[in-house]
């Protein structure tokens, strides 16, 4: 079957630090990734989206990037985190060809930047 | 352009009673439509999904939800609310045209008083 780990769990970060978290997919192959944030009363927010190794699409311009270096793993940066980066931060996957039909989320990460 | 409306922000209910949550979309076509439930500090699980034919759809948990075209609305409903529904319960639409965006309603959080 297939799982989906996001790491770390929760993060406090100060303002102007780096920030790198981590998604992985295991038990499928060649997945959609996505990087979705939910900030408090706002609903989720697509931030990136990729079909393939080093294909990355950003639906929101900011301070955040994604990378996929690997065909099962998402990599969500920043080189130097605003206070508006605070939020809860989303990896979902969805099976190649029809990303839209269901979406698998990990657990997600807090990220408080003070 | 696609947006979803929860206009329920919270919602109390008893343990035994039944729940109906609101959800109405805007849309020029017949959109896909989708409910998804987030436990506290977890990721967002599906629980139902219409794509076309009967309008009532029946989903995990025992919950359902019913499309009316006529009043823009995919409402979601349980007949008898266990504690463990206590959760966070988002609305999302998918307008298709290859893309990979689903837009999500901000949410209504549910909770339950035994």
């Known amino acids: 079957s297939q799982t989906i780990h996001q790491w770390p769990a929760t993060l406090v970060q100060p303002v102007g630090s780096p920030l790198s978290l981590e998604c992985t997919v295991e038990?499928?192959?060649?997945?959609?990734l996505y990087w979705y944030r939910q900030a408090a009363g706002r609903g989720l927010q697509l931030l990136f989206y990729s079909v393939g190794i080093g294909q990355i699409s950003s639906e929101v311009p900011q301070n955040l990037s994604a990378s996929r270096p690997q065909d099962r793993q998402f990599i969500l940066s920043s080189k130097k985190l605003l206070l508006s980066d605070s939020g809860f931060y989303l990896c979902?996957?969805?099976?190649?060809?029809?990303?839209?039909?269901?979406?698998?989320f990990g657990s997600g990460t807090q990220l408080s930047v003070l | 352009a696609q947006s979803v409306t929860q206009p329920d922000i919270h919602i109390t209910v008893s343990e035994g009673a039944s729940l109906e949550l609101r959800c109405n979309y805007s849309?020029?076509?017949?959109?896909?439509l989708f409910w998804y439930v987030q436990s506290p500090g977890q990721g967002l699980q599906l629980l139902l999904k219409y794509f076309s034919g009967d309008t009532l759809v029946q989903g995990i948990k025992g919950f359902e939800a019913e499309f009316k075209r006529s009043q823009s609305s995919f409402n979601l409903r349980k007949p008898s609310v266990h504690w463990s529904d206590a959760a966070e319960y988002f609305c999302?639409?998918?307008?298709?045209?290859?893309?990979?965006?689903?837009?999500f309603g901000k949410g209504t959080k549910l909770s339950v008083i035994p």
């Open positions: 849309y020029g076509a017949t959109p896909y």
């Open positions: 979902a996957w969805s099976p190649a060809g029809k990303g839209w039909e269901k979406l698998f």
């Open positions: 038990g499928t192959s060649n997945p959609n």
């Open positions: 999302a639409l998918y307008s298709g045209a290859g893309s990979y965006q689903l837009t």
